[in-house]
């Protein structure tokens, strides 16, 4: 019985343009895949850690050597081409042992260790599916007309949470993405397979940085938990 991390970080960064994949970015002088490696690490609720980096040589070596450095013992594999198939290809690698996995995106870098603790204790209580939320705050109206009751929605963040088998048989079932709307993350792929998706609260600091005005966020927020660890007052 073990825990494992799947970290997708193998996606393009098309959105934030910043010339480089989008976990490679640095922010505080890091990249973002160490921030979000360093949260896995301080969670202490992964024996497993698998990175899902780009495919192209150079990003793949860059993430060999980040993985390494941060997490000894951290399994590197290629991605794919959609997040979907990057999840799927951190999945094919799990050692036999695990039976509780964490999907989260490096671009969430900043996701604090409590979430990842928090939500890995709600599957090892029995939930199938475990999704961190948070109220949605702007108001939300329809394309063609009308207001949606934003008490009813959230927005979700990684990491989710997952029992081994439910999210390797939606990924299963999911593959090629057969029927229905297209799904954007593990738990609508979980749910498509009739299972209860589980919510939790989340954390304003599990945003996912995808433009450039996210990334000055996430500056932001490195530079103050320097400051509160430097001693001084909020
Ligand atoms: N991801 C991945 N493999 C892909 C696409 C995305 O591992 N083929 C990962 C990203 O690295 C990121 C997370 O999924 O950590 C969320 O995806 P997103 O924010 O869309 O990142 P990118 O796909 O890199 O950004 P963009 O869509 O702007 O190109
Ligand atoms: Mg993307």
């Known amino acids: 019985?073990?825990?494992?991390?799947?970290?997708?970080?193998?996606?393009?960064?098309?959105?934030?343009?910043?010339?480089?994949?989008?976990?490679?970015?640095?922010?505080?002088?890091?990249?973002?895949?160490?921030?979000?490696?360093?949260?896995?690490?301080?969670?202490?609720?992964?024996?497993?850690?698998?990175?899902?980096?780009?495919?192209?040589?150079?990003?793949?070596?860059?993430?060999?050597?980040?993985?390494?450095?941060?997490?000894?013992?951290?399994?590197?594999?290629?991605?794919?081409?959609?997040?979907?198939?990057?999840?799927?290809?951190?999945?094919?690698?799990?050692?036999?042992?695990?039976?509780?996995?964490?999907?989260?995106?490096?671009?969430?870098?900043?996701?604090?260790?409590?979430?990842?603790?928090?939500?890995?204790?709600?599957?090892?209580?029995?939930?199938?599916a475990v999704v961190p939320a948070v109220p949605v705050t702007d108001t939300v109206r329809r394309v063609r007309g009308g207001v949606v009751d934003r008490t009813a929605l959230r927005a979700v963040q990684t990491p989710q949470g997952f029992a081994r088998d439910a999210l390797v048989e939606a990924h299963a079932a999911g593959a090629g993405g057969a029927g229905g709307a297209p799904v954007t993350d593990d738990a609508g792929l979980v749910e498509r397979c009739g299972l209860a998706v589980h919510l939790v609260p989340g954390h304003p600091e599990a945003f996912k940085v995808t433009t450039p005005l996210d990334l000055a966020l996430a500056e932001a927020v490195v530079a103050r938990r320097a400051t509160r660890s430097a001693g001084s007052p909020p």
């Open 1 to 128: 019985m073990s825990t494992a991390v799947v970290l997708v970080a193998a996606g393009r960064g098309e959105r934030l343009a910043a010339g480089a994949p989008k976990a490679l970015v640095p922010v505080g002088g890091r990249p973002l895949l160490a921030w979000a490696l360093d949260a896995v690490l301080a969670s202490g609720c992964a024996d497993r850690v698998v990175v899902v980096a780009p495919p192209d040589p150079v990003g793949l070596a860059a993430v060999v050597a980040l993985a390494g450095d941060v997490v000894p013992g951290a399994l590197v594999v290629a991605g794919g081409d959609t997040r979907q198939a990057s999840v799927a290809a951190g999945l094919a690698k799990l050692p036999d042992d695990v039976d509780v996995v964490l999907v989260h995106d490096a671009a969430r870098a900043l996701a604090p260790p409590e979430l990842f603790t928090q939500v890995a204790a709600a599957v090892r209580v029995g939930r199938p």
